[in-house]
């Protein structure tokens, strides 16, 4: 059973940046790709960023991409989520993911999910 906390939401102003951070236990990651999906009040869920174990792999959605990077720290099961310049656009509940499946609609989800972590972004 994977186990994931995400960390380092918050409330900030548009322009300012924030970094959030996903922990994965009961598991050693290796050879599974680590992603982050987000989700705003009334919308669905959608796919932000994903990186493989060994880096080939390494997508962030074409509308944040720009502003948003991810990265990933093996040796400690960590994933990570850069977030600069944010706008009103932003604000959403960010979830961690693992095991994410590549189609030709996109990035879709993998089975374990994170609790979510809060980004506010205020003008």
């Known amino acids: 059973q994977v186990q994931l906390m995400e960390s380092g939401g918050g409330a900030v102003e548009v322009g300012e940046s924030l970094r959030l951070s996903c922990a994965a236990t009961?598991?050693?990651?290796?050879?599974?790709?680590m992603g982050w999906f987000r989700q705003a009040p009334g919308k669905e869920r959608e796919f932000v960023a994903v990186?493989?174990?060994?880096?080939?792999?390494?997508d962030v959605a074409d509308s944040i991409k720009d502003r948003f990077s991810v990265d990933r720290d093996n040796a400690n099961n960590l994933l990570y989520l850069q977030m600069n310049n944010l706008t009103p656009e932003d604000p959403a509940v960010y979830y961690c993911?693992?095991?994410?499946?590549?189609?030709?609609?996109?990035w879709g989800p993998g089975e374990f999910w994170g609790r979510g972590t809060q980004v506010t972004v205020s003008a």
């Open positions: 993911n693992t095991d994410l499946i590549c189609t030709s609609a996109g």
């Open positions: 009961g598991r050693q990651m290796n050879t599974y790709s």
């Open positions: 990186k493989s174990y060994f880096g080939g792999v390494a």
